[in-house]
C-alpha cells in the first residue's frame, strides 16, 4: 500500500504565511472558541468509551502541552471522528460542493433533509479498519489498516458521490484523519525542529498503542460548529452496530 504524502510541517510555520489564518473569526475565534458553521457530512464516529477514545484523550493532551499547544482550538472528546465523506457546508456554498439538484443558496434544513432522503436506500460496499498514518499537530492522519481497507474506504468515498451527487475537486486526494484541534495563529519558526521530532516521537508510540482505530459504523450527521456532529441515520454496509454512549443514548439510528 503506498504510503500517503508526508504531512509538511513547514506549511504551517509563521514564514509561510504572511497573512492571518482565514478561519479565525469564522470557524473560531481568537480565544479558542468554536463559532456557528453549519452543514452536515458523513463520518465514522471513535467509539465512546473505547480504549481508542482513552488514548486519544491523553494524546490530545501531549499536543496541548507542546509549546504551542496554547495557540490552538482543541475540540471536545465528544466530537471526535473520521470524515468518510465531505457534506455541505455554509461557508462553502459551490456547485462542485452542492446537490446538483439544489440551488447554493437553499437553506441548509432543507438540503439536509433532502439529502437525507437520498440516502435512504443506500448501503454501503463493506466493512474497513483504519489505523494511525502519522500525529500531526491537529490529531491523526489516518490511512486502511491493510491495502484492502484502504480500497473499500475509498469505495465508500466514491459511492456516497452518488446520492450526494457531487464529487468534489479534491475527492480523490483527501486524507482520511481524526481532528483534535485547530491553528489560530501559525507556528513560529524556531519551533519547527522540535515539533518536528516530538510528532515523530508521539507518531511512533501512538501507532503502538492504536493498531487499530476504534469507530463506529458511517453516519449522516449534521453539526452546527466543528465541535460537535449529532447523527441524522447511520448507514448501512459496514457490518458494525451504532455506537452507544455510556449513559446508554444511541448515537446513530439503526436502520
Not at 50 to 59: H, I, M, P, Q
Not at 114 to 136: C, H, K, Q, S, W
Request: aromatic share 10%; with cysteine; proline share 10%.
Amino acid at each position: 500500500m503506498a504510503r500517503p504524502e508526508l504531512f509538511q510541517l513547514e506549511n504551517h510555520a509563521a514564514s509561510a504565511n504572511p497573512q492571518p489564518n482565514r478561519y479565525v473569526g469564522v470557524r473560531f475565534s481568537k480565544d479558542r472558541v468554536f463559532l456557528p458553521e453549519a452543514g452536515n457530512t458523513v463520518v465514522r464516529h471513535v467509539v465512546p468509551g473505547s480504549r481508542t477514545e482513552g488514548v486519544l484523550v491523553e494524546l490530545r493532551e501531549r499536543l496541548r502541552n507542546l509549546p504551542w499547544g496554547h495557540r490552538f482550538a482543541f475540540t471536545d472528546v465528544s466530537s471526535l471522528h473520521m470524515t468518510v465523506f465531505e457534506g455541505v457546508i455554509e461557508t462553502r456554498r459551490l456547485p462542485e460542493c452542492w446537490p446538483k439538484e439544489l440551488p447554493v443558496d437553499a437553506p441548509l434544513d432543507e438540503t439536509t433533509e433532502y439529502l437525507a432522503g437520498r440516502l435512504e436506500n443506500f448501503e454501503g460496499p463493506g466493512p474497513f479498519d483504519m489505523r494511525i498514518d502519522e500525529v500531526t499537530p491537529f490529531g491523526l492522519r489516518l490511512t486502511g489498516a491493510t491495502d484492502a481497507d484502504e480500497k473499500t474506504a475509498r469505495a465508500w468515498r466514491d459511492s456516497l458521490t452518488k446520492p450526494f451527487t457531487y464529487r468534489s475537486p479534491g475527492h480523490d486526494a483527501y486524507t482520511f484523519h481524526v481532528t483534535l484541534a485547530y491553528i489560530i495563529d501559525w507556528i513560529p519558526d524556531d519551533l519547527v525542529p522540535g515539533y518536528r521530532q516530538a510528532l515523530a516521537e508521539l507518531t511512533e508510540e501512538f501507532r503502538r498503542r492504536i493498531p487499530v482505530v476504534e469507530l463506529g459504523p458511517p453516519a449522516f450527521c449534521t453539526f452546527a460548529d466543528m465541535n460537535g456532529f449529532p447523527p441524522v441515520m447511520n448507514l448501512p454496509g459496514s457490518g458494525l452496530r451504532p455506537v452507544v454512549h455510556p449513559a446508554g443514548k444511541t448515537l446513530t439510528k439503526a436502520r
